[in-house]
């Protein structure tokens, strides 16, 4: 191990966004020797004393060796020694063989590894890439801080000896996985505790996760396994998973509509992946089913890895497959007893919760009336086909229509599907008695939009349209943001939240749900997708304020991140959206 480069540089001013933000983050190599002190090198500075510096963060350290992965994955040559702000670029050191509370000695000087590091939006200013710093925090290439135990002077070249290895021999990259990806784990969080050298600001994170459990109950509780049980091909692209409990006790009962989060281990994924998968057959004690679209690479960048999880289900889990998972949840659900009439109206994968809500409609016994509409691309993509319509042909309150958009030659119209097209709000109408109906959809975002705007310009009532985006969605009609910052009349003269991307600054009104639901408010569109605090998509870097949970999320928000779908103002914020 080696030292190659030591990078320091005091706090400047730049311009960001068009806002000044004082950073130390760009660090340029040293000739020389430098003393490396208590609270860091001679010539090295930090602008927030909250999130950097101080005794436990004195230096942080990257390997060398993570230069070309990043080459690598984004595709850059123009990276120079410090390039990830980093004090020390050294040889080997990598997050999988060091563990923190180990000893070194470099040059002059013993340090001790305190933490990993939290990497902030400052990095992603350095790097000029938006967003890096989830790739590095996702990427568990993530360097550490040193605490200096004995001063003295450090010089590119030196050679890094181990001193003593920390006896509970946690690497860099088990505790960083484990403060942010595995929150369940209380074991491990009481074993990192027992790390003497951990610095404070982690040592205080485990801390407040082992007293929430205890105090909530949940010591015990987080994800559970189920096991795959059976594995059924529903169409060429769709295949459904049938979960049991491992333990033979009840699962948890859900309404209609609600989906299952699943922390999934998968080979070669450097971290666990959290998916969300909709239950797509009525609530039952003894099984959960999920039906699975195989994600292809987008059509026009075949290049690219295909979905992760959702090939990982086709491809590798099987029965006898253990999985782990949370109990269900969800916004979008129906009451199976209601009497209203229904329209369950779906395109591709989206029929998963509308399978479910039909399944229990039918087993409730209910009358009302229900339109099953669905829209698949051809025979040999369309799922539960066969199901529908015998549901539809065994009870008379239940009709289906199903529309082909590229029918195939030996796709026969009456039998496989009613009617070539694409489902619509003309198709609505045609079908529908009239537009007095609770409207449920599901399905890719321009389904949806033509849809919910095609339902809201028949005179349908927004309060009657419920729907769920299964990837990043985003507010479904387009308004003027400025005019609806201005005609805000009950807003709070407390609380300015600014949208600083759009340039869009309002008071918060104590009637939003969620920060999400104020920018949809005034007319923007950040992405979402769950709603819940659960999939992350409608993250966005906290710039300035603090937020507090209505909802608590499944994982938290990356350092300096807030989910703006679960999350209220405490204070003026500034928030990139
Ligand atoms: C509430 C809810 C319910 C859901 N229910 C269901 C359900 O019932 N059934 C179902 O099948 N799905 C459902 N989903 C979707 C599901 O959660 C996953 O999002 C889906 O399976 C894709 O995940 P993945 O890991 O396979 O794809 P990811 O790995 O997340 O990739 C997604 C896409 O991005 C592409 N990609 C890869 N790399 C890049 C890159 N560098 N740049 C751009 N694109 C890239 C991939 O090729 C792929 O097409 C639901 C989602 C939500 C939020
Ligand atoms: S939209 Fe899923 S966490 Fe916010």
Redesign the pocket.
Known sequence: MKLLSVNVSLPKEIDHRGKTVTTGIFKEPVDGRVMLRGLNLDGDGQADLIGHGGKFRAVYVYSYDNYAYWKRELGRTDFTFGQFGENFTVEGMLDDAVHVGDIFRVGGALVEVTQPRVPCFKLAIRMGLEGFQNLLLSSNRIGFYLRVLEEGEVGAGDVIEPVKTDPRRMTVGKVNNLLYFDLGNLEDSRKALRIKALSPGWRGSFEDRLAKAETSGKATEGFRTLIVDRKVPESDT?TSFYLVPEDAKPLPSFIPGQ?LPFRLDIPGQPTP?T????L?DRPNPEYYR????R????GD?PD????????YFHDRVEAGTRLRARSPR?KFYLDPRGERPVALISAG?GL?PMISMLNAIVEAGSGRPVWFIHGARNGREHAMGAHVRAVAGENDNVRAHISYSRPLPDDVEGRDHDGRGRVDGDLLKRLLPDNDLDFYLCGPTPFMKALYNGLLGWGVPEDRIHY????PGSALTEGDGAEAAADCAECSAEIEVTFSRSGLTAKWNPSFASILDMAEGLGLSPDY??RSGI?HTCMCALEDGEVEYVEEPLDPPDPGSVLICCSKPKTDLVVDA
Do not use: Q
């Open positions: 769709i989906f992946l998916r969300t998968y909709s797509s999920l039906s699975i679209k994600e292809p690479p987008p960048r690219l890895p295909p979905g992760r999880s959702s090939n969800g994968v998963t769920e985006f299964f990837g997708s769950c999939c």
